[in-house]
T-cell receptor
Framework: NAGVTQTPKFRILKIGQSMTLQCTQD?????MYWYRQDPGMGLKLIYY???????DKGEVPNGYNVSRSTTEDFPLRLELAAPSQTSVYFC?????????????FGPGTRLTVT | KQEVTQIPAALSVPEGENLVLNCSFT??????LQWFRQDPGKGLTSLLL?????REQTSGRLNASLDKSSGRSTLYIAASQPGDSATYLC????????????FGKGTSLLVTP
């Protein structure tokens, strides 16, 4: 299993541009998440999905959109990039609702908006 | 809203010392608590997961304890090594937001030879 994979690893965007961060997991996990981590801070939840076709907002959803058409993929779309979106983005997944299940994280995408 | 606090924010110790990292949370209605390690510029590696009904978990030189009633967890690292240098993140699981984790800001650990 590759686990959770993210592409690209790095990206520089100009203000106002758009892009999609890709996330794929091969563990057949139902739950998937997008977090962002700003320097010196913990991770904050952007969006989450409890299954294909079901998504919901987290703590900091403004400026982002998501879709979940398959169990494996959970792309994050940035529209009209702003400097405040400069951050490291992590995708994560977990199997289900059981309390014993861990969350597994991808390696992250480091995004700079200038 | 769950708030997770980690103290200290940074810690520097000589090699061989035993050390304790602290994590506190405001809402004791948690399902579990995970400790992660993050190396500079890297992703998160899960170290230990403690279920709400458990008091502690051990893995090698690491021991994590949980006191749900007081809203506290500690990560104990025995006989620290330079390779332990990293940021350690504490995260708690509540039932809200699709079982997403609530993270502290982390403790940056430096173990000097």
């Amino acid at each position: 299993n590759a686990g959770v994979t993210q592409t690209p690893k790095f990206r520089i965007l100009k203000i106002g541009q758009s892009m999609t961060l890709q996330c794929t997991q091969d563990m057949n996990h139902n739950y998937m998440y997008w977090y962002r981590q700003d320097p010196g801070m913990g991770l904050k939840l952007i969006y989450y999905s409890v299954g294909a076709g079901i998504t919901d907002k987290g703590e900091v959803p403004n400026g982002y959109n998501v879709s979940r058409s398959t169990t494996e993929d959970f792309p994050l779309r940035l529209e009209l990039a702003a400097p405040s979106q400069t951050s490291v983005y992590f995708c994560a997944s977990r199997l289900g609702t059981g309390i014993i299940y861990e969350q597994y994280f991808g390696p992250g995408t480091r995004l700079t908006v200038t | 809203k769950q708030e997770v606090t980690q103290i200290p924010a940074a810690l520097s110790v000589p090699e061989g010392e035993n050390l304790v990292l602290n994590c506190s949370f405001t809402d004791s209605a948690i399902y579990n608590l995970q400790w992660f390690r993050q190396d500079p510029g890297k992703g998160l590696t899960s170290l230990l997961l403690i279920q709400s009904s458990q008091r502690e978990q051990t893995s090698g030189r690491l021991n994590a304890s949980l006191d749900k009633s007081s809203g506290r967890s500690t990560l104990y690292i025995a006989a620290s090594q330079p390779g332990d240098s990293a940021t350690y993140l504490c995260a708690v699981l509540n039932s809200n937001s699709g079982y997403a984790l609530n993270f502290g800001k982390g403790t940056s650990l430096l173990v000097t030879p």
